[in-house]
């Protein structure tokens, strides 16, 4: 199976300010690297396919990049409603798997 | 608008069976490849299985081949998951989702998941 590794596993910022989420790849998995959101109380959400395909309703302040088996999600000034967990997935070969999950915190 | 309602979770003793429904709406069911997600308590993501769109291919991970079956019935837009001989380490939310892409399958549309806890 592919392995996911998500660095940092937890992150803090202030709203306005910009981070981004490293997901590392065991294996080249070519651009075909998703990322998700979730939040208490909420179903998880599909923010980015494809490695930079902004999923229908993802805000454009979402990008990410990366190819191969190095990705990563950026946010660009951060509003109170993107603070959660966030967990990328390899949609390249079975069986899909996902990485550990990385939590942004309200600095 | 696309809803996912997952249903029949709850508390199993271990090698005891439990199935799963997921009622959807709002888009054509058909036209889209299921698969259920779980999530163990403080723990990340996890791909359980998935189906095709008519129910004539379904893949499974490792772990749940040969205890779990998923199935699908277009007429009435849901999704199940029968789960034999459950485990412990089957205990966790699981989470009815759409399932579309290439050359492999990401999860476009989740359902608010349901939770299974296998324990004696």
């Known amino acids: 199976d592919v392995q996911m590794t998500q660095s940092p596993s937890n992150l803090a910022a202030s709203p306005g300010e910009s981070v981004s989420i490293n997901c590392k790849a065991s294996?080249?998995?070519?651009?075909?690297l998703a990322w998700y959101q979730q939040k208490p109380g909420k179903a998880n959400k599909l923010l980015i396919y494809?490695?930079?395909t902004l999923q229908s309703g993802t805000p454009s302040r979402f990008s990410g990049s990366g190819s191969g088996t190095d990705f990563t999600l950026t946010i660009r000034n951060l509003e109170p409603e993107d603070f959660g967990l966030y967990y990328c997935?390899?949609?390249?070969?079975?069986?899909?798997?996902f990485g550990a999950g990385t939590k942004l915190e309200l600095k | 608008e696309v809803q996912l309602v997952e249903s029949g979770g709850g508390l199993v003793q271990p090698g005891r069976s439990l199935k799963l429904s997921c009622a959807a709406s709002?888009?054509?069911?058909?036209?889209?490849?299921m698969a259920w997600v779980r999530q163990a308590p403080t723990k990340g993501l996890e791909w359980v299985a998935s189906?095709?769109?008519?129910?004539?291919?379904?893949y499974y991970r490792d772990s749940v081949k040969g205890r779990f079956t998923i199935s699908r019935d277009n007429a009435k837009s849901s999704l199940y998951l029968q789960m034999d001989s459950l485990r412990s380490e089957d205990t966790a939310t699981y989470y009815c989702?759409?399932?579309?892409?290439?050359?492999?399958?990401?999860?476009?549309?989740w359902g608010q998941g349901v939770m299974v806890t296998v324990s004696s």
């Open positions: 989702t759409t399932a579309e892409g290439i050359p492999l399958y990401y999860f476009d549309y």
């Open positions: 709002g888009f054509t069911f058909s036209d889209y490849y």
């Open positions: 189906i095709s769109y008519d129910g004539g291919s379904t």
């Open positions: 294996k080249s998995i070519s651009k075909y």
């Open positions: 494809s490695g930079s």
């Open positions: 997935q390899q949609h390249n070969e079975y069986p899909p798997t």
